[in-house]
């Protein structure tokens, strides 16, 4: 069954770092886009990053911005988020999501845009 793993969750101080792990099981990331949501208002899943499925263009929304990063490693089916400079506004379940053949020229931060996703990790900012 194709599915997204998820791990690196936890509890970090204000200013802390952290980074979360999403790996692909029972298919490969190839030609997929991959975003991260959070669990926002009334359970509502706001996309933050998004990764193009040829990892050339990359998007973030403005509120994290130059603190998260997301990216591709050597592990094909992975793919991080690093976090910096976590604040308590940061504490979410987060949610990695997938979309199969996509362009590889762009990606979208809507969740109806994404078809295999993670069952979230719960990040923690707090002292």
């Known amino acids: 069954q194709s599915q997204l793993v998820q791990s690196g969750g936890g509890l970090v101080p204000p200013g802390g770092s952290l980074t979360l792990s999403c790996e692909a099981s029972?298919?490969?990331?190839?030609?997929?886009?991959i975003a991260w949501f959070r669990r926002a208002f009334a359970n509502e899943r706001v996309g933050i990053s998004c990764?193009?499925?040829?990892?050339?263009?990359?998007s973030y929304v403005d509120s994290v911005k130059g603190r998260f990063n997301i990216s591709r490693p050597n592990a094909k089916n992975t793919v991080s988020l690093q976090m910096f400079d976590l604040k308590p506004e940061d504490t979410s379940v987060y949610f990695c999501?997938?979309?199969?053949?996509?362009?590889?020229?762009?990606?979208?931060?809507?969740?109806?845009?994404?078809?295999?996703w993670g069952p979230g990790a719960q990040v923690t900012v707090s002292s």
């Open positions: 999501a997938a979309r199969i053949n996509a362009d590889p020229s762009m990606c979208k931060t809507e969740p109806w845009w994404y078809e295999i």
């Open positions: 029972g298919f490969t990331l190839d030609g997929v886009d």
């Open positions: 990764t193009s499925s040829a990892g050339g263009v990359t």
